[in-house]
Nanobody, 115 residues
Framework: QVQLVESGGGLVQFGGSLRLSCASSGSIRGIYLMGWYRQAPGKQRELVAT???????NYGDSVKGRFTISRDNAKTTMYLQMNSLKPEDTAVYYCNYKVVLGGYWGQGTQVTVSS
């Protein structure tokens, strides 16, 4: 079964940067939306950013101007460049690929921002 694998998380200081990657272990057909979500302890999972195969992007209000979502030309690997990180960005970050009959989630990668 195809899986999504995130990488790039870690511990960073306030104001620092990280780049997350999400790669699929196999071919996924019919992707109509790719996105990053995050979940902090005690909070609901929230949207970080999404990107369509055509490159149209959408961002959560809390990350606008600081985070950038992108994907490779083959549209199989997705990235999240995170700049000017704040302690409130601390969470487990998940990638998601939506297809017509459902979707795929990664296992999550921890991002911790120290003050």
């Amino acid at each position: 079964q195809v899986q999504l694998v995130e990488s790039g998380g870690g511990l960073v200081q306030f104001g620092g940067s990280l780049r997350l990657s999400c790669a699929s272990s196999g071919s996924i057909r019919g992707i109509y939306l790719m996105g990053w979500y995050r979940q902090a302890p005690g909070k609901q999972r929230e949207l970080v950013a999404t990107i369509t195969p055509g490159g149209v992007t959408n961002y959560g209000d809390s990350v606008k101007g600081r985070f950038t979502i992108s994907r490779d030309n083959a549209k199989t690997t997705m990235y999240l460049q995170m700049n000017s990180l704040k302690p409130e960005d601390t969470a487990v970050y998940y990638c998601n690929y939506k297809v017509v009959l459902g979707g795929y989630w990664g296992q999550g990668t921890q991002v911790t921002v120290s003050s």
